[in-house]
């Protein structure tokens, strides 16, 4: 459940603060709900999305996406920082503009992340050499 930007301590607010260049404005995520902070906050660096968790189960849920995020590391959105203060996981991404994608069944979005992930084998291939399919090229046996 979402929180009120007003429900982060002030030790956090001011790592925001001196994360994003001083003062800032924030706007909050209209649909989500995996971090009980999530909002675009504009500042001297720019515009970026920060989502912020206390909960066990939020604050476990917003590692998983800071971990996966990172690992997928070349795709948007780039983790720009994170820290830790007063109980709460603070995590600073890059903003992008746009809408959230629609992972319900049947949703044209899924079939745009099939044909992205099937792009992404397909560069990793490329990259590594394509895999030897059985039965081609030569073998000796001895």
Not at 63 to 86: G, K
Not at 101 to 109: E, Q
Request: aromatic share 6%; with cysteine; charged share 20%.
């Amino acid at each position: 459940m979402r929180s009120d930007w007003t429900a982060l301590p002030e030790r956090v607010t001011a790592g925001i603060a001196e994360r994003v260049g001083g003062t800032f404005d924030v706007t909050s995520a209209s649909s989500g709900n995996h971090a009980e902070i999530a909002s675009t906050v504009t500042g001297p660096a720019g515009r970026i999305f920060v989502k912020a968790a206390s909960g066990e189960l939020s604050g476990r849920s917003l590692r998983y996406e800071l971990a996966a995020t990172q690992a997928i590391d070349r795709h948007p959105p780039a983790v720009l920082w994170q820290f830790e203060s007063d109980g709460w996981l603070v995590v600073g991404t890059e903003h992008l503009a746009g809408p959230h994608p629609d992972l319900s069944p049947g949703s044209r979005d899924l079939d745009l992340l099939l044909a992205a992930l099937h792009f992404k084998r397909h560069l990793r291939l490329a990259r590594c050499g394509s895999p030897r399919q059985p039965g081609s090229g030569s073998r000796t046996r001895r």
